[in-house]
């Protein structure tokens, strides 16, 4: 059972925001969070650790940075502190010089001299303590992949339309990622979020019990649901692609960001969503920004909870 305590909402979050005490604006901290969380997938993609455990890393992070300012603590480092301890949470722990090595290979392109190794290395081990104490040493933390699998397999009779509504919902899951959602929402609540989105984005009917209404198993409120909805398509509205080394045109793997081609329809199968390097129509066309969320919503036929 998820700890309600550590919730917040939107606007606690970013009022409330120790980075705020120390000149660092809203947008800036968004950035931040962008850059951190995909630096996170990155490594943990080459890490070869599981999905989970990336996700494990991000919200540790995310948690701690609501505690600790990110004009105090870098935010890389704390990364990289998270994805080690995220490892050893999760059952696939991965070595703290691995860590580092890989960590380093990505943000600067080459390997961490001996010098620059051992200084890291110095920061890690001492930034674990930080990292533990600062959270409390709660580190119990749920995610909606289980919940969406479970209910994907019992509800869903076709394999085929099951197999896609879970992949397109495991997407809209990894992109909120980039987001403050984990801190706002518990697994339960997203899960039903993005199968919604998902099921909009593939197609795929969501099943009604007489009067029940489906989404009404995940102990979520209708408001909520718009809520998340809307946030996250919102990732789709970011006009910056974040470089994991310092903010400028990267490209920075599939990550969760709709990883592969997702095909749209059976008679539109040209289109596919290409993550954070932008939606790309039959012409390879590019989008950017509000452009591309409305595009995306228009896919989606997306219709506001609240009208519903």
């Known amino acids: 059972m ?30 931040h969070r962008w850059s951190y969380s995909t630096f996170l997938q990155e490594l943990g993609q080459r890490l070869k650790v599981p999905q989970k455990t ?28 998270c994805l080690f301890i995220a490892g050893k949470l999760e059952g696939s722990p991965k070595q703290a010089g691995e860590v580092i090595a890989v960590g380093y290979r990505i943000l600067h392109n080459k390997e961490p001299s001996r010098e620059a190794y051992e200084k890291i290395k110095g920061n890690v081990f001492t930034g ?46 990894n992109d ?24 909009s984005f593939v197609k795929v009917k969501l099943p009604c019990d007489g009067e029940k209404v489906w989404w009404q198993e995940f102990d979520v409120t209708k408001r909520h649901l718009g809520e998340i909805s809307d946030q996250t398509l919102a990732v789709y509205e970011q006009d910056f692609l974040v470089n994991v080394k ?15 081609e997702v095909k749209l329809s059976k008679d539109d199968e040209s289109k596919s969503w290409q993550g954070l390097e932008g939606y790309q129509d039959r012409k390879g066309s590019f989008m950017n920004g509000s452009d591309k969320s409305r595009h995306v919503a228009n896919i989606l036929g997306y219709v506001p909870f609240e009208s519903l």
Not at 13 to 25: H, T, Y
Request: proline share 2%; net charge neutral.
């Open 176 to 199: 909120g990622l980039r987001t403050s959602l984990c801190l706002q929402f518990k697994p339960n609540q997203i899960a039903a979020a993005a199968l919604y989105l998902g099921s």
């Open 128 to 173: 674990e303590k930080l990292v533990l104490s600062t959270l409390g040493f709660d580190l119990e933390i749920e995610h909606p992949y289980e919940i969406m699998f479970d209910w994907v397999k019992r509800t869903v009779k076709v394999e085929r339309d099951a197999n896609r509504l879970y992949q397109a919902a495991l997407n809209f899951v």
């Open 246 to 260: 310092d903010g400028a045109d990267s490209k920075t793997g599939d990550g969760g960001l709709w990883k592969g």
């Open 54 to 81: 990336i996700a494990t890393s991000i919200v540790l992070c995310q948690r701690f940075f609501t505690r600790q300012s990110l004009a105090k603590n870098d935010a890389k480092t704390i990364s990289m502190i």
């Open 2 to 31: 998820a700890n309600t305590s550590l919730y917040c909402t939107r606007e606690e979050i970013e009022a409330n925001s120790p980075s705020r005490v120390d000149g660092i604006d809203i947008k800036q901290e968004t950035f």
